[in-house]
């Protein structure tokens, strides 16, 4: 079993950047599937980033195209999500999970990853971004 620990969530003005990071415990996960999620109080959960573990296909959601980057250091299992023009709809809790290859290949009509098809979920880390 993989455990998931996020970490780089803080507070931020609009406009500002962070990174995300999520160590996966375990030998290399190389051809998984490791994802970015985030949920917003009162909100249904959104799928943000996928990418293939070990160098292969990422996606990024429609909602954060052109401001989000997911990225992989497979040498230490980490998984980043570089968060750029932060807006105040970011805020939300941030969540990494690992999945199935094929996992990356099934997303929603607005090209987020599917949450239901990832299996292991860390605690999430908090992104607020003010006004």
């Known amino acids: 079993q993989v455990q998931l620990v996020e970490s780089g969530g803080g507070s931020v003005q609009a406009g500002g950047s962070l990174r995300l990071s999520c160590a996966a415990s375990?030998?290399?996960?190389?051809?998984?599937?490791m994802g970015w999620f985030r949920q917003a109080p009162g909100q249904v959960r959104e799928g943000v980033a996928s990418l293939v573990t070990g160098g292969g296909t990422t996606a990024v959601a429609d909602s954060v195209m052109g401001r989000f980057a997911i990225s992989q250091d497979n040498a230490d299992n980490t998984l980043y999500l570089q968060m750029n023009r932060l807006k105040p709809e970011d805020t939300a809790m941030y969540y990494c999970?690992?999945?199935?290859?094929?996992?990356?290949?099934?997303?929603?009509?607005?090209?987020?990853?599917?949450?239901?098809?990832?299996?292991?979920w860390g605690q999430g880390t908090q992104v607020t971004v003010s006004s």
């Open positions: 375990g030998d290399t996960w190389n051809n998984y599937c």
């Open positions: 999970a690992i999945g199935l290859q094929s996992a990356c290949y099934t997303s929603s009509p607005t090209g987020s990853p599917v949450g239901g098809l990832f299996a292991y």
